[in-house]
């Protein structure tokens, strides 16, 4: 099911670079988070078993690399002789099902570990939907629907990118999304989250990093130093490429704290992935706006759960006041006729360095996508001031 080592979301090789160069002895503890309550079909563990086995043989080919040096030149070729060289362990991934619970967990270290919870995903979707046997919208009417979205965003004149992978209804769907929106996206196209995708059709892999990021930091260093410090470090990696910070681990609130006039003007604009877009759009200009930065300057990346509708009503409020692109997944990969999947993967513990293990949590701007451990939970919002 899985064609290559780049079919995953960009941010986790820019994370995995990092995590090699700062954080190489670090371990992590990642588990399946069933938030739809899926009923799994008898078989369907030993059908995911199966496929995770399959992922050892994949590696990176000499023309992948090739993509890679050409089109990231901040990945450095330390990083391209490790991914060259990088094979999945299929034991770092524990698969039990007890009638129709799937419990999904996986272990080891952290650079390598990182690499699984994307293609998890993936895996489940696909594999759900292989045994769920219904049947989806052909070929010509997905293609048809992308193509209406996509010239309607050119319509509104804004940048649009695919962010699809990890709940995609299937690899054949995703081919095909991104092959009609690069044929009648033009400019409004600006790529996709899956480098293997880009690689396939040419257009340019996008994104930076993902909360566990800043969920390890907070581990390592301490909930009120996480934002600081993660932001820090990807700096001290990145010098300055693939600048857009992701807003909301530990709320936005707790972000624009201490994303003060240095960070403010050394990114290029931040992420949002929780919470009400427009509230967070007028809280972005103020920040900016109170650090004497022309918001227009700077860009937010919308990224939840977006549609046409949603996309619209933020134009509507940011056109003028400040940049933005928006992300877009299981709107573009899964909308064949069926209903998409509710489910996540997480980091939940991390031993950082030594023998303990430590619980991580995140605590999105929407309590319902809050994750971890409640106790770890209760700790954050009161070391950070934040209301029960």
Known sequence: MLHSILDNDFYKFTMQNAVVKLFPNAHARYSFINRGEHAFPPGFGE????????MAALRLTSEERHFLEVTCPYLDPTYHDFLEGFRYKPHEVTIDQQGEVLNVTIEGLWYRTIL??????TLISQIWYEMLDEQR??????????REKI???????????EFGTRRRHSYAVHDLVVSTLKRYGGSTFTGTSNVHMAHRHGVKPL????HEWFMFHAARFGFKMANTLALENWVEVYRGDLGIALSDTFTTQVFFEGFDKMFAKLFDGIRH???DPIEFAKATIDHYEHYGIDPRSKTIIFSDALDTHKVEKITRFCEGRIGMSFGIGTNFTNDVGLKP???VVKMTETRPEGDQWLPVVKLSDIRAKNTGDPGMIHLARRIL???Q
Do not use: C, F, K
Request: charged fraction near 25%.
């Open 137 to 146: 919208d052909s070929d010509e009417l997905v293609a048809q629907r992308t």
């Open 47 to 54: 059908r995911l078993r199966e496929q995770v086995d399959a």
């Open 385 to 387: 001031s934040l209301p």
């Open 151 to 161: 010239e309607h965003y050119g319509e509104l004149g804004v940048r649009i990118a």
């Open 341 to 343: 999947m509710n489910m």
């Open 273 to 275: 992935d929780s919470g």
């Open 116 to 121: 699984w919870e994307v293609p998890l995903m």
């Open 207 to 210: 994104g930076t990093h993902a």
